[in-house]
């Protein structure tokens, strides 16, 4: 358990350290990525339903499989929405 | 197992890469793209490893897909920010019952699981209903304004209270009814705690529920023992928190402030029910003044962006610049609904880039511009937030228009702002109010000023 927690605690130094210098102008994508990255529950979806061996839970790991993509899925592609918008300035 | 640990382990760096370049314009797109090439590894990985279950599961992958897909590419710009608070709270659900259905199936029970499990149904919970409130309140299906319950602030301090209860018995007694209350009290938490936050602070919420998704990931990757989880759920929730501290600094107030102000805030004093004037002025008029200034300042807000004027703003500011006079647009840290909100819009409408400035850009110099167009923004420019502290958007930094030599103020009513908050600056004698839907008034404009 003890390696558990040092890999926590080691992501939140990660996770601080990146974002720290973001320009507000990408503070909206940048939300909306990480949001897409949370979407990684996905895995934890997959793996509960497959081992699941009754209905409820079943439906349960299948329901959190469906929504988890939606949440992987959109939040990727409405990222990549917003980032498109900027790419012509840059010419 | 190995190359299966190994390929969670691209899957992190993958992340922390996405992370990373999101943070700069330059390689924000390519980030994105690395978060998306590591989340299909992380993917296809656990599909390998499962043990039944899995065309059920594809089906499942390409119903969510097919949901997802055209949302995301469908939405039009102006409702970004409720779709990324729709995808947020569809994870913090997904999270939920990642543990919950983990917690049925009655794997190794321990303390440490159960507690793991606990707070990840707990946060999930909250993360989706309030998600789902935050959408709400974009979407303007309901008030975009604080909702005080009667006794509200008791009653989600009670729910609270009964959340953390039901947790401990949870712990004590392996019950799935109560954990399944817990859930439910979880939504109820959710709904109270964002009530109360104001339209026009309803970003930052999104961004601390998105905050709290990570963490609640976080937290099924110890129930579930899966290293990927934890990692990435805690990189989401530590920058989701320091997001949510940039974007409050961004609007000038306290984080406390921006959450639980509503609570405080003194009801509007009723002494401005004095006579107040307002000039409402013709399209030539403005023109007049428009074709006779020597220096224009465009400040944008999200009315523009729901008229889709952008392109006939662009075309008024070339015509203006043709004829020598210096045009900017002033964009606010918060215009539109989200910090960033209204950069994306004009990029949209091919708005020169170098044209945009900021507040520090702007503000020193404002007192010699000759025209401020206030196009389809209020709050952003209310002087409230800078001289009444009674105002419930007090300190914000906004743009000091009231200082420039003219003000033509677009709307299309007297409507107050997204904060519900009244602005002075309409009764400014130097303002001049031009009423009527945004596009449609500045083609009008354009029109004109080609006259003069």
């Known amino acids: 358990m003890i390696e558990l927690l040092t890999i926590f605690v080691l992501a939140v130094f990660v996770g601080f350290e990146v974002v720290s210098k973001v320009s507000t102008i990408l503070h909206t994508p940048l939300m909306s990525g990480a949001n897409a990255i949370h979407g990684v529950i996905l895995v934890g979806a997959i793996l509960i339903t497959g081992q699941a061996d009754d209905t409820l839970t079943l439906v349960l790991g299948l329901l959190a499989v469906f929504l988890a993509t939606v949440n992987v899925v959109g939040g990727f592609v409405v990222t990549d929405r917003m980032l498109e918008m900027f790419k012509g300035h840059k010419r | ?452």
């Open chain 2, 1 to 452: 197992m190995t190359w299966v640990q190994l390929a969670y382990l691209a899957a992190a760096l993958c992340f922390i890469l996405a992370l990373k370049g999101l943070s700069t314009p330059r390689y924000a797109r390519l980030g994105n793209l690395v978060g998306a090439a590591g989340m299909a590894l992380a993917v296809v990985t656990s599909y390998t490893t499962i043990e039944r279950n899995g065309l059920l599961i594809l089906v499942a992958v390409v119903a969510g897909t097919a949901a997802g897909i055209p949302a995301a590419r469908q939405v039009k710009m102006t409702a970004v920010p409720q779709m990324v608070a729709l995808f947020n709270g569809v994870g913090g659900a997904a999270a939920a019952l990642v543990a919950l259905t983990e917690f049925l199936e009655g794997h190794d029970a321990g303390v440490l699981f159960a507690v793991a499990t606990v707070l990840t149904v707990l946060i999930g919970s909250v993360s989706f209903s309030g998600s789902v409130v935050t959408f709400l309140k974009l979407q303007e299906v309901m008030t975009t304004r604080p909702v005080l319950l009667p006794a509200g602030q008791l009653l989600g301090i009670g729910v609270a209270v009964v959340s953390a209860l039901l947790a401990i018995f949870v712990l004590v007694s392996d019950s799935n009814l109560l954990l399944v209350l817990l859930a439910l009290a979880g939504l109820a938490l959710g709904v109270l705690f964002v009530l109360p936050v104001g339209g026009a602070d309803v970003p930052i919420a999104i961004s601390l529920l998105n905050a709290f998704t990570g963490l609640a990931v976080a937290a099924s990757g110890y129930v579930l023992g899966n290293t990927l989880l934890i990692v990435a759920g805690t990189l989401v929730g530590a920058s989701g928190t320091i997001l949510t501290r940039l974007m409050a600094q961004a609007m000038g107030r306290p984080l406390t402030n921006i959450l639980f102000g509503a609570f405080k805030a003194t009801p509007p004093s009723a002494v401005t029910d004095e006579q107040r004037t307002v000039r409402s002025g013709t399209v030539e008029d403005v023109a007049i003044l428009l074709g006779y200034a020597h220096s224009v300042l465009v400040v944008p807000g999200y009315g523009l962006a729901v008229a889709q004027a952008q392109h006939a703003a662009r075309e008024l500011a070339q015509l203006l610049e043709s004829r020598g006079i210096s045009v900017d647009y002033g964009i606010h840290p918060v215009a539109g609904r989200m910090p960033g909100h209204m950069n994306v819009l004009l990029a949209e409408a091919d708005v020169p880039y170098e044209n945009l400035k900021e507040l520090d850009d702007v503000n020193p110099g404002i007192g010699s511009v000759d025209v401020v167009l206030v196009v389809g923004a209020n709050d952003v420019v209310n002087p409230g937030a800078r001289d009444e502290p009674s105002s419930p958007i007090y300190g914000m930094p906004i743009f000091d228009v009231d200082r420039a030599k003219a003000v033509v103020f677009m709307k299309r009513s007297m409507r107050p702002g997204f904060a519900g908050v009244d602005n002075s600056l309409l009764y400014n004698p130097k303002t001049t109010l031009l009423f009527g839907d945004a596009k449609d008034s500045l083609t009008k404009l354009l029109a004109a000023v080609k006259q003069v």
